[in-house]
C-alpha cells in the first residue's frame, strides 16, 4: 500500500463554487502559474504517485458555498485517479483543509474524533500554560487535525491522523521588537498544539492501535532561531521517545545532522534575499509497530530524487503544482 501527504499550494483557487476545475489561462494563486498549468502539473504529480491514500494538506475549501469532498472527487476524475474518494474531518475558516483522497477498493476511512482526558477533540480547546505565569492559556486549531479510522481490503485497522500545524509568520508586525515578540507567541502556541498533538498520540498507543500521523508540520529542527528558547521543535514533540516514539527517517536524519545535508519537502522564494529556501517540513511518522513493518519513504523532490530527475515531466511537474513536495510510504498491511 502506498500512503502519502501533499501539500498542494492554495488549491482552493482552482475550482469554483460548485467545485467544478476552473481549467483555463487565469492566474493561479501561485507565482506566474496559471490555473491550467497548476491543474495539468497536478495531474501528472498525483498520477506518477498512485497512491492508495493521500493526505492533502490546502485542500479545497468548506463552507457555505463550497465543498472539499466534491472539488477533490471532480479533480480525482479530471486526473483519471483510481484515488477518487475523498473525506474531511472538522472544517475551519482559512480556506485550507484537510482531506484523504482514497482508493475505495483498498481501504475504507471514517472520521473518528476521539477524546481522552490528557486530549480534548481537535475542534475543541487545550489549556496549558504557554508563558509560565502560572495562568492556563486556551489553545484552538486553526487547522483541526483530520483523524481517521482506516480499514483496509484485508481487514487490518488503524488510525490515521492528518495535520497542518499553525505557521509561525510574524503577520502585522510593525518593526523588530514585534517580529521577535509574535514570533516567539506564535512558536508557544504551535509547541502547544504539538503538545495535544502527542497526547492524542499517547492516548491511541495505549490503545495498542497502529498509527499513522502525517502532514505538513510547519516546524523542524534548526528551522528558526526561537527554537533556542523553548530546546525542541514541535517535531521533536510529536515524534516522542522511548518505546513509543513515532519513527520517520528523515525527521531522525535532521535531528542528527543538524549542521549538515538534511532531506528537504518545500522550496519558497526568498524575495528580498533573491534566493529559494528548502526546508524539512512534511512528514510521514509512523507507530512502532508499523516501523516494524520496514516500510519505505520517499521524498518526491525534482531536484533530489533520481527518478523524478530523470523524468523531465514529472520534474517540471512537481516545480509547477506547488511549493512542497509529497512523501510517500510504502507499506505491506
Known amino acids: 500500500m502506498r ?5 498542494v499550494e492554495w488549491m482552493n483557487s482552482l475550482f469554483d463554487d460548485d467545485g467544478a476545475l476552473l481549467n483555463d ?3 493561479s494563486s501561485r507565482h506566474d ?10 495531474r501528472t504529480v498525483f498520477g506518477a504517485l498512485d ?8 485542500a479545497p ?11 477533490l472527487e471532480n479533480f480525482a476524475r479530471f486526473a483519471d485517479l483510481r484515488a477518487l474518494r475523498a473525506i474531511i474531518g472538522f472544517s475551519n475558516d482559512t480556506q485550507q483543509e484537510i482531506a484523504l483522497l482514497y482508493d475505495p477498493d483498498v481501504l475504507t476511512a471514517t472520521h473518528a474524533p476521539q477524546t481522552h482526558p490528557a486530549a480534548p477533540r481537535f475542534d475543541g480547546s487545550f489549556r496549558i500554560d504557554l508563558d509560565i505565569d502560572a ?7 486553526s487547522k483541526p487535525p483530520l483523524e481517521l479510522l482506516i480499514e483496509t481490503s484485508s481487514g487490518t ?30 512558536r508557544r502556541k504551535q509547541l502547544a498544539q504539538a503538545i495535544w498533538l502527542r497526547a492524542r498520540i499517547d492516548a491511541v498507543l495505549v490503545d495498542a492501535d497502529p498509527l499513522i500521523v502525517l502532514g505538513d508540520l510547519n516546524d523542524g529542527p534548526g528551522l528558526d532561531e526561537y527554537e533556542h ?56 511518522m509512523v507507530s512502532p509497530d508499523l516501523a516494524a513493518l520496514a516500510p519505505t519513504w520517499r521524498i518526491w523532490h525534482p531536484l533530489d530524487d533520481p527518478q523524478c530527475w530523470a523524468d523531465p515531466t514529472l520534474r517540471d511537474a512537481l516545480v509547477t503544482a506547488s511549493d512542497h513536495f509529497p512523501v510517500s510510504l510504502d507499506i505491506v498491511l
Request: charged share 25%; no cysteine; glycine share 4%.
Open 135 to 141: 495562568t492556563e492559556d486556551e489553545v484552538v486549531f
Open 229 to 284: 528558547l523553548f530546546g525542541r521543535s514541535s517535531v521533536e514533540i510529536i515524534l516522542g521517545s522511548g518505546a513509543k516514539a513515532l519513527f520517520d527517517p528523515h525527521a531522525r536524519q535532521a535531528l542528527q545532522r543538524r549542521l549538515g545535508a538534511t532531506p528537504t519537502t518545500a522550496r519558497f522564494w526568498i524575495r528580498p534575499e533573491q534566493r529559494f529556501l528548502q526546508a524539512l517540513l512534511d512528514y510521514i
Open 157 to 186: 485497522m488503524l488510525r490515521m491522523i492528518g495535520a497542518h500545524l499553525k505557521s509561525k509568520a510574524p503577520h502585522g508586525a510593525r518593526d523588530r521588537d514585534e517580529v521577535m515578540r509574535i514570533s516567539i507567541a506564535n
Open 25 to 27: 489561462d487565469e492566474w
Open 61 to 71: 475549501d468548506t463552507s457555505r458555498s463550497r465543498d472539499t469532498v466534491r472539488a
Open 33 to 42: 502559474v496559471t490555473r491550467a498549468a497548476q491543474l495539468a502539473a497536478l
Open 51 to 58: 497512491a492508495d491514500a493521500v493526505m492533502v494538506i490546502e
Open 3 to 7: 500512503i502519502a501527504t501533499y501539500n
